[in-house]
Antibody
Framework: QVQLQESGPGLVKPSETLSLTCTVS?????????WGWFRQTPGKGLEWVGSFYRGGITHYNASLQSRVIISGDTSTNQFSLKLNSVTAADTAVFYC????????????WGQGTMVIVS | AIQLTQSPSSLSASVGDRVTITCRASQGITRALAWYQQKPGKPPKLLLC???TLENGVPSRFSGSGSGTDFTLTITSLQPEDFATYYC?????????FGGGTRVDIK
């Protein structure tokens, strides 16, 4: 079955770049699915960060657009998130997920990874 | 960005109760709405998409309705495993946004 797993540093210093990777198993990231990144904080709840589609098509949350890049690597079947110039406000649990083909909902999620900016 | 307002933000209920959660969109989104369940320390789990289409494997006690700006998630007979936080999410356009969540706990 399709599984997603986030990985990356759990601690990032302010002003540096947060880098996370989502490893997908059971399905190629080059298949006809969008892949997304989300974050969750107690204060702001669930927030969509951005989405990636094969061929390098991306959509970003405008609130983060100037700081975020999402890209994919078909050789490793991973897609990644880079968020630069981080502050304490970027401290969150980050999730990667797969979007349903037939709708804009996300049906398969990774377990999430906590990132602290300090 | 479209804002989604969920109500109530929390509720207490007993096993067997009927529970209704509402989600109101700041503008019309036709039926481009999903509902998720989330338990502590776990990722969201998709329950329904397109406002009322039950995801495979989700019990039939969960149902959704609505279109335009007003949506409802109903749990007809609350089970112990249903105590969780529920979120709506729209996919009418970008940015995708979520409601603030409704926590359902044990009375």
């Amino acid at each position: 079955q399709v599984q997603l797993q986030e990985s990356g540093p759990g601690l990032v210093k302010p002003s540096e770049t947060l880098s996370l990777t989502c490893t997908v198993s059971g399905l190629s990231i080059n298949s006809a699915y969008y892949w997304g990144w989300f974050r969750q904080t107690p204060g702001k709840g669930l927030e969509w960060v951005g989405s990636f589609y094969r061929g390098g098509i991306t959509h970003y949350n405008a609130s983060l657009q100037s700081r975020v890049i999402i890209s994919g690597d078909t050789s490793t079947n991973q897609f990644s998130l880079k968020l630069n110039s981080v502050t304490a406000a970027d401290t969150a649990v980050f999730y990667c997920a797969r979007k349903c083909q037939r709708s804009g909902a996300f049906d398969i999620w990774g377990q999430g990874t906590m990132v602290i900016v300090s | 960005a479209i804002q989604l307002t969920q109500s109530p933000s929390s509720l207490s209920a007993s096993v067997g109760d009927r529970v209704t959660i509402t989600c109101r969109a700041s503008q019309g989104i036709t039926r481009a709405l999903a509902w998720y369940q989330q338990k502590p320390g776990k990722p969201p789990k998709l329950l329904l998409c397109d406002a009322s289409t039950l995801e495979n494997g989700v019990p039939s006690r969960f149902s959704g309705s609505g279109s335009g700006t007003d949506f409802t998630l109903t749990i007809t007979s609350l089970q112990p495993e249903d105590f969780a936080t529920y979120y709506c999410q729209h996919f009418n356009d970008y940015p995708l946004t979520f409601g603030g969540g409704t926590r359902v706990d044990i009375k």
